[in-house]
T-cell receptor, first 111, second 111 residues
Framework: DAMVIQNPRYQVTQFGKPVTLSCSQT?????MYWYQQKSSQAPKLLFH???????NEADTPDNFQSRRPNTSFCFLDIRSPGLGDAAMYLC??????????FGDGTRLSIL | GQQLNQSPQSMFIQEGEDVSMNCTSS?????WLWYKQEPGEGPVLLIA?????ELTSNGRLTAQFGITRKDSFLNISASIPSDVGIYFC???????????FGEGTQLTVNP
């Protein structure tokens, strides 16, 4: 009974070809987060939604965008992936001020 | 910005041994969290600590929230091979839901 579901688990795209990663949740949490994680490093927050309010981290590249059409779903769009964007992308959810719960991630490879 | 110093970076132990890892910060956190991440999966929440001085157990795991609110430790007793993974501490700010992660402790358990 997975509660934060990320699709696909593995994604391969070409250099410069837009890609979208998806996240859905069954927890009815009002906060959703997107993280980038590179090998053996801690997750790095890209942005988060507090309800419908979008909060971008200052150092998140413009190449990364997000959409949250409803409470349950959130998308990460990478407009023109570069080789440096190859990473694990993690989605997490929480109620305000409560611990975050993570999905199993999407591993993105760039050819 | 806030930083968490997590140590040790890696540990190689024999099955049955006890393990201890800790995190320190220059800033106060409202909540301390401990996550475990296995290869190819997302971080899984192990323990959440909400009050300074709080000592909480979850099976063979015990964690404490430091009195100063600037540190936390995690102990694993009688380690088993499935304890292998990367353990991350994370501090949650008083002002919101954002987490600051430690660098992680890579645990290897030899049978």
């Amino acid at each position: 009974d997975a509660m934060v579901i990320q699709n696909p688990r593995y994604q391969v795209t070409q250099f410069g070809k837009p890609v979208t990663l998806s996240c859905s949740q069954t927890l009815n949490h009002n906060v959703m987060y997107w993280y980038q994680q590179k090998s053996s490093q801690a997750p790095k927050l890209l942005f988060h939604y507090y309800d419908k309010d979008f909060n971008n981290e200052a150092d998140t590249p413009d190449n990364f965008q997000s959409r949250r059409p409803n409470t349950s779903f959130c998308f990460l769009d990478i407009r023109s992936p570069g080789l440096g964007d190859a990473a694990m992308y993690l989605c997490a959810t929480s109620r305000a001020y409560q611990p975050q719960h993570f999905g199993d991630g999407t591993r993105l490879s760039i050819l | 910005g806030q930083q968490l110093n997590q140590s040790p970076q890696s540990m190689f132990i024999q099955e049955g041994e006890d393990v201890s890892m800790n995190c320190t910060s220059s800033s106060i956190f409202n909540t301390w969290l401990w996550y475990k991440q296995e290869p190819g999966e997302g971080p899984v929440l192990l323990i959440a600590l909400y009050k300074a001085g709080e000592l909480t157990s979850n099976g063979r795991l015990t964690a404490q929230f430091g009195i100063t609110r600037k540190d936390s430790f995690l102990n694993i007793s009688a380690s088993i091979p499935s304890d292998v993974g990367i353990y991350f501490c994370a501090g949650q700010e008083t002002s919101g839901s954002r987490l600051t992660f430690g660098e992680g402790t890579q645990l290897t358990v030899n049978p």
